[in-house]
Nanobody, 121 residues
Framework: QVQLVESGGGLVQPGGSLRLSCAAS????????MGWYRQAPGKQRELVAG???????NYTDSVKGRFTISRDNAKNTVYLQMNSLKPEDTAVYYC???????????????WGQGTQVTVSS
């Protein structure tokens, strides 16, 4: 079955950097839009960054100029480069993607398992 596998989370000091990766696996026909969401304790899940199949990008205002989303279609992977990290960036980060499976060509939305990012001194 199709699934998303994330990596790259961890503990970092304010001003530091992390690079998150999310690879889609399974019998995949194509991947449309992909994105990164985050959810902090007591807060709603929010879209951090999105990228279309043609590599058009969109960011929430709080991360513009600091985060960069990109994708490698040959590897079915989306990345989130996170620079100048702030304590308020602390959250569980989730990968999301619209994927059409190879067998039945069904378009479905998938979520990764989530990876913890903690920014603290």
């Amino acid at each position: 079955q199709v699934q998303l596998v994330e990596s790259g989370g961890g503990l970092v000091q304010p001003g530091g950097s992390l690079r998150l990766s999310c690879a889609a696996s399974g019998r995949i026909s194509s991947i449309n839009a992909m994105g990164w969401y985050r959810q902090a304790p007591g807060k709603q899940r929010e879209l951090v960054a999105g990228i279309t199949s043609s590599s058009m990008t969109n960011y929430t205002d709080s991360v513009k100029g600091r985060f960069t989303i990109s994708r490698d279609n040959a590897k079915n992977t989306v990345y989130l480069q996170m620079n100048s990290l702030k304590p308020e960036d602390t959250a569980v980060y989730y990968c999301n993607a619209d994927i059409r499976d190879y067998v039945r060509l069904r378009l479905r939305n998938y979520w990764g398992q989530g990876t913890q990012v903690t920014v603290s001194s």
